[in-house]
Structures are given as structure tokens and as C-alpha cells.
């Protein structure tokens, strides 16, 4: 029989896909296949711009193009992130890989160039292998040739686009985009013909369809919009506006930058700060709650603790550069602080705090009060001692070697400075109602009115009586604890108060007459209070706030419930506590002067009520205020 010849059947290149419903398209040729994500499908420029790639098929260059390519099999398998952009008239072939795509390799000669420098890095040892970069970029795609070119199926230009009333929101946003660089593009094209080799960068443009406005933004790096969406987040949280509110007003403005631009700079800047300053969960002992709710127990499980190192290593750069860190001199100054609240009716949370003495302009704000431990629980000192351990760790370690920041390194005075209770708690001491209450001396409850120095050191603090515990921070010297100057004022502010109220009960003054008069009196000098009768038939009254006190200590007025000498006494007492306090306030103030001026109060405390009516925060402030102003120079 004569030999039949055989035809060789040529492998034929197939796209499967059904773009642009779904935004994926499988290449194969027999040889290799190639899995693209379509990005953005990007639009040819028009002539002159126009650019077409080497070879005998002659491929148009697209715009504005992004792809993310799959190629290869098993350990092989690679998928990188391709862009083409024209800079200057050319096309610009860029190529992400890596590490959620964090190195990049580009040429502006061909995509094949960009394509072999890309598969050198991910294959350095097969430096002979070569891909096509027309295939890596999917320029050669007849299906993204066709969207393009805006060729569709009979089918497909029959149909009828929707009423723009009755489009969801991605229909929206997709129309857009769309729209949007269609426009680009085309005034590209024209703007050549006009302005010649000098490009046109279009930055921004609105326009409105049926009283609907939009917006486009070209400029996708642009410091000034970011700082504004910065600017825009940090306005949003210090004003407590909900992400509905806000997204109502963009509505209306379309000026305003859009809700989901902002959510996105919140985001970005949120992990920014998690990657700097990265929060450290650890779970709460729970044996030591005093919650009975099995559901709050449930939801308390774990606290936040940062570093102080890492957030050192943070701000103080910045205070450098504004000069409140001398770099000549590397001494910071470094105050922790903690204390216990309410947050709502059942839930109580505790935070510990630090803050830079040497930035003495800025020390009562808030926002530079670094948080360094946050959870849910109460002031005890089996729970601050796991819930602080890293802390104290941290501390200790920057106390003893300094801290490297730079190229420096800077060395640290720590101080303590909270309320009486968590200081206590931390100290390992005994509360404020027992027999040895001072953490400084060794006073008694029953040698108040004599004179006493800060006499205990941290380094035999167990041989003294009330110091039961190991204190947390033994690395802070004791006269280096300074009790809070605001909860001297409230602490003292709340005993006058309940000693005026004492004395009114007493002499059975105590009527409804009289309660209407203090109500009217706070009412005239600015502060809401009132009374109201419990169950069991006793009076209750407001709880004032630390500036509503400092009204009443100054201006209130006591001829109106006591007898006019007697009032007269009472507001001398007030006055001379209330210049106390400002004088405590002041940066420079003599100590010794400071001293006297206390203890003529103390003295004229006692002309008007008993010594057992002294407290463990009047004790402070007579004895020991004026020793931590002369040694600490004011600074906590």
C-alpha cells in the first residue's frame, strides 16, 4: 500500500472566558497557559501616541493597564502584577512580584525586556530562560483587543443600559471608572494635537447626570490629598462622627472627601501604627474579678499592653526635632501614671500611662499621655502585677541601661504619679484609713498635726510598718512617687464639703429651706446640683466634676446657710486652700514658702474643726508637697 502522509495538527491558541462578566481569562497555546486577573482594562491612546510592540503581529500598547498574571506549575508557579502606562508619549512596562507584590522591576524599551528582568529574579538560576513579555502582560489578548475597541456580539449592543436611578452602587462606581478613562484618554489625544511634545495631565474633573454629581481623581500619589483624608480621619474621631453621618454629608457636599476614601486612610493609618507600635494581648486572671455576670467574665478575657520602647522610639524623634529633647544633654524625664474607672454601670477599666516631663508645654493634654496598658477590670494588686510584668520588665531595663534611639543614647529619671489608692496598690502599702497610711513616713493616724519629712527609701521599704508587698516599680525612688496635685484638690475639696454639710446636720439645719439654698446658690455660680432621698431615707447629692469643685471652692457663697461669722471662717479656709492649690501650680514657687503657707492653713483648720477630721491627702499636702517641689524642680 502507498504511504499515506500525515498532517501535523499546530496547537491553536484558545481564550477561555466570559469577560467582562468575570474579570479572569485562561490563555493556552498548547505549550504554556497563562491565567490573567483583569485590574483595569486600560484603552489604546489614539495616533501619534499610539505605540504597537516588535515583531510580525504588530499588538497595540495599552493605557492605563493592570494585570495580575499566573503562569507555571507546582513549586514553579508564579503570579505577578503587570502595569503599562505611557509617561512622556512611551509606554512605561512595570512588573510587581515578591511578597504581596513589594519589588518591582520596569523598563520603558519593551515588555519583553521588563518580562526576562522579572524571571531573573524569580528564577536566578536559569539565567538562559526567556518569556514573552507580550504573554506575561496579556497584551495579545483578542478578548481585552475587543472590550477596547468596544467590539461586542449583536447580542450585546442590543442591550438596553440601565437608568442610572436604578443602578446599584458598583454598577455606579464601574460606569466611572469606565467613563473616566475613556475621558483621560481622549484628552491625551487631543491635547497633543494642541500642546504638541508638552503632556496634559488631567488631575480632576466633575460633572453630573439627572442632579447626580460625581467626581473623578487622577492622582493617585498626591501628598496633599492624603493629608487631607489624614486631616479628615483625625477630625472625624476627636468630633465622634458616625461613619452614616458623615457618608449623609458627602451626599450633599461633593466637595468632601468620600466615606470609603476615608475608611481606607483609617485602615491604612491604623496598621501603620499596628506594624510601629504593635499591641500585645494578654489574658486577665479572672480568679481575681469582681464581676458576678457570667457574660462580662465571658467578654473580659484578655487586656492590650504596648511597649514603652517602641513608643518611646516613636515620639521622641518628633520631640527633637521640636526641640524639647536636647540631644547634647539625652535625659528624659518619664512619669508613669494609672487609675481605675467606671465605663458604664457594670464594667470598670483600668489604664496605666506614660508621659515626657521635659515637655512641660504639653503635659496636661490628653493626647501626649502615651497609653501603655488597658483592661478591663479593678485597681488589685494580683492583677496589675501580671497585667504590668512586660512593663515593669521595660522599665527596669531603660532605668539601668538606657534606651538606644537613633544613634543616641538616652537615659531616663522615672517618676510615679497617680491617686492615692493606685499608688498604694503599686507602692505594696496599706490604704489611706489604716494605722500608718503616709507611703513617705512613718506618721500614724494619731500624729497627724506634727512635723514630718519623707524619711522612707525604696531600698529597705519592707522594714517599714504598712509595706506589706513587694512594689511594683521598685525602680522608681520613693520620693520620686508624687501623689496627683488634681486629686489633692478633690480628695480635700470633697472632706470641706462634707464637713459643711456635717455641720448643718448637726444643728438640725439640714431642711428643705436649706437645700434650696445651696441648689440656688450652685445654680448662680454655675454648677448643676441637686439633692434627691435614697430608700433608706438618707440624702444624696450630685457628684461634681474636678472644674464644677474648683467653682465652689472659689465662689460659693455660705451666708446663705450659716451664720454670717461663721460663713466668714469658712470661706477664709476656702480662700487660702484655693491659693494653695494655684500656688502648687506655679513652676517656680518658693518650696519653703509654699511649706509655711500650708501648714498657717492646717492650723487654721483646726481652730474650726477637729484634728481627727485631717486626712491622709491634707497630711501630704502640709508635709511632703513642698519636698517634692524643691527636689523634683516642679517637673511632676
Known amino acids: 500500500m502507498p504511504k499515506v502522509k500525515s498532517k501535523k495538527i499546530e496547537n491553536v491558541p484558545k481564550e477561555i472566558t466570559d469577560y467582562p462578566k468575570t474579570d479572569s481569562i485562561l490563555y493556552t497555546d498548547g505549550k504554556r497557559s497563562y491565567n490573567y486577573k483583569i485590574k483595569q482594562e486600560g484603552l489604546y491612546p489614539q495616533p501619534p ?5 516588535q515583531g510580525k503581529n504588530k499588538y497595540k500598547i495599552p493605557n492605563g493597564y493592570c494585570v495580575e498574571t499566573t503562569w507555571g506549575r507546582g513549586e514553579k508557579k508564579k503570579t505577578v502584577k503587570c502595569f503599562i502606562n505611557y509617561v512622556e508619549g512611551k509606554p512605561l512596562f512595570k512588573i510587581m512580584y515578591g511578597i504581596n507584590f513589594s519589588e518591582e522591576v520596569q523598563s520603558n524599551i519593551s515588555s519583553t525586556t521588563a518580562a526576562n528582568a522579572v524571571l531573573r529574579k524569580l528564577f536566578p538560576l536559569n539565567e538562559k ?17 475587543q472590550a477596547r475597541e468596544n467590539i461586542r456580539s449583536t447580542k450585546e449592543n442590543n442591550i438596553q443600559l440601565i437608568s442610572l436611578e436604578h443602578c446599584s452602587k458598583s454598577t455606579l462606581n464601574k460606569r466611572q471608572h469606565k467613563f473616566g478613562n475613556q475621558l483621560k484618554q481622549h484628552v491625551q489625544v487631543e491635547g497633543s494635537k494642541i500642546y504638541g511634545k508638552d503632556q496634559v495631565v488631567l488631575k480632576q474633573i466633575s460633572y453630573s447626570i439627572r442632579d447626580m454629581d460625581f467626581q473623578i481623581d487622577y492622582e493617585e500619589k498626591n501628598d496633599i490629598k492624603e493629608k487631607k483624608l489624614i486631616s479628615a480621619v483625625q477630625a472625624i474621631d476627636l468630633n465622634y462622627i458616625p461613619r452614616e453621618g458623615y457618608r449623609a454629608l458627602a451626599a450633599v457636599e461633593s466637595n468632601l472627601q468620600r466615606e470609603w476614601a476615608i475608611s481606607k486612610q483609617r485602615l491604612k493609618l491604623t496598621t501603620e501604627m499596628n506594624q510601629k507600635i504593635p499591641i ?39 520631640l527633637i526635632s521640636n526641640e524639647i529633647l536636647d540631644i547634647n544633654n539625652p535625659i528624659i524625664h518619664l512619669r508613669v501614671s494609672g487609675d481605675g474607672r467606671n465605663v458604664g454601670r457594670k464594667i470598670k477599666h483600668v489604664m496605666v500611662t506614660i508621659a515626657i516631663l521635659n515637655d512641660i508645654q504639653n503635659i496636661h493634654k490628653p493626647d501626649h499621655h502615651y497609653t501603655t496598658i488597658l483592661f478591663s477590670g479593678v485597681e488589685k494588686y494580683e492583677v496589675l502585677e501580671i497585667m504590668m510584668a ?6 527596669d531595663e531603660i532605668k539601668k541601661n538606657g534606651l538606644m534611639i537613633g544613634e543616641i543614647i538616652w537615659n531616663f529619671v522615672l517618676y510615679f504619679s497617680s491617686d492615692w489608692k493606685f499608688l498604694s496598690i503599686c507602692l505594696g502599702f496599706n490604704s489611706a484609713n489604716s494605722k500608718f497610711f503616709c507611703p513617705w513616713c512613718q506618721v500614724s493616724k494619731y500624729d497627724q498635726g506634727n512635723d514630718w519629712k519623707i524619711s522612707k527609701k525604696m531600698e529597705n521599704i519592707h522594714e517599714y510598718p504598712g509595706h506589706n508587698r ?18 489633692i484638690l478633690l480628695r480635700i475639696w470633697d472632706r470641706l464639703w ?20 445651696i441648689v440656688k446658690e450652685m445654680n448662680r455660680i454655675g454648677v448643676n446640683f441637686q439633692f434627691w432621698q435614697e430608700k433608706s431615707n438618707t440624702w444624696n447629692h450630685t457628684s461634681l466634676m474636678g472644674d464644677d469643685k474648683k467653682k465652689v471652692l472659689k465662689n460659693f457663697n455660705f451666708k446663705r446657710i450659716l451664720p454670717s461669722s461663721r460663713a466668714n471662717a469658712i470661706r477664709e479656709l476656702w480662700d487660702h486652700f484655693h491659693q494653695i492649690y494655684l500656688n502648687l501650680k506655679l513652676k517656680n514657687y518658693d518650696a519653703q514658702q509654699f511649706r509655711f503657707e500650708a501648714e498657717d492653713w492646717l492650723e487654721l483648720f483646726k481652730v474650726l474643726y477637729m484634728p481627727s477630721d485631717i486626712t491622709p491627702y491634707m497630711h501630704v499636702l502640709v508635709c511632703h508637697m513642698s519636698e517634692f517641689m524643691k527636689d523634683i524642680n516642679n517637673l511632676a
Open 390 to 395: 512586660s512593663f515593669i520588665k521595660e522599665l
Open 280 to 318: 500585645t494581648l494578654i489574658n486577665l486572671p479572672l480568679d481575681f474579678a469582681e464581676y458576678s455576670n457570667s457574660e462580662i467574665i465571658q467578654n473580659i478575657k484578655k487586656g492590650g499592653t504596648r511597649s514603652v520602647k517602641d513608643i518611646l522610639k516613636y515620639i521622641v524623634p518628633t
Open 470 to 487: 513587694k512594689p511594683l516599680f521598685n525602680m522608681i525612688p520613693l520620693d520620686n512617687w508624687v501623689p496627683d496635685e488634681l486629686h
Open 49 to 53: 501616541i499610539l505605540v504597537y510592540t
Open 498 to 517: 462634707c464637713l459643711v454639710l456635717a455641720e448643718l446636720k448637726e444643728f438640725n439645719q439640714f431642711d428643705d429651706i436649706c437645700r434650696d439654698e
Open 129 to 145: 530562560s526567556l518569556i514573552s513579555g507580550v504573554h506575561l502582560f496579556g497584551i495579545h489578548l483578542i478578548t481585552l483587543k
